[in-house]
Nanobody
Framework: VQLQASGGGLVQAGGSLRLSCAAS????????MGWFRQAPGKEREFVAT????????YYADSAKGRFTISRDNAKNTVYLQMNSLKPEDTAVYYC?????????????????WGQGTLVTVSS
């Protein structure tokens, strides 16, 4: 599976962005998917995850109420809608796919990673 993340950019605090992650391969619909982020000098951290049907989602506390993860299996794409962005959301955002069907938080469980897309939130 190859993953291509897009949609990052520069936005003012309070603004919104929608990240997309397009996946290659026929088995996308059977993978659990996740979004992670890494700020300069920090470890990669969990943001959101979704199971294979889209029926189960989990969020980091920092993302709850502001971010929404979704997927379109017909388009082999997972999304992260980010609203009410804050300067502390500034990071490189990565999508990841795991050879499991459930939603999963631990970064080490994921098998495939996209190249990352930079989100910069100005104050």
């Amino acid at each position: 599976v190859q993953l291509q993340a897009s949609g990052g950019g520069l936005v003012q605090a309070g603004g919104s962005l929608r990240l997309s992650c397009a996946a290659s391969g026929r088995t996308f619909s059977s993978y659990g998917m996740g979004w992670f982020r890494q700020a300069p000098g920090k470890e990669r951290e969990f943001v959101a995850t979704i199971n294979w049907t889209g029926g189960t989602t989990y969020y980091a506390d920092s993302a709850k109420g502001r971010f929404t993860i979704s997927r379109d299996n017909a388009k082999n794409t997972v999304y992260l809608q980010m609203n009410s962005l804050k300067p502390e959301d500034t990071a490189v955002y990565y999508c990841a796919a795991g050879k499991f069907r459930y939603a999963s938080r631990p970064v080490e469980e994921y098998d495939y990673w996209g190249q990352g897309t930079l989100v910069t939130v100005s104050s």
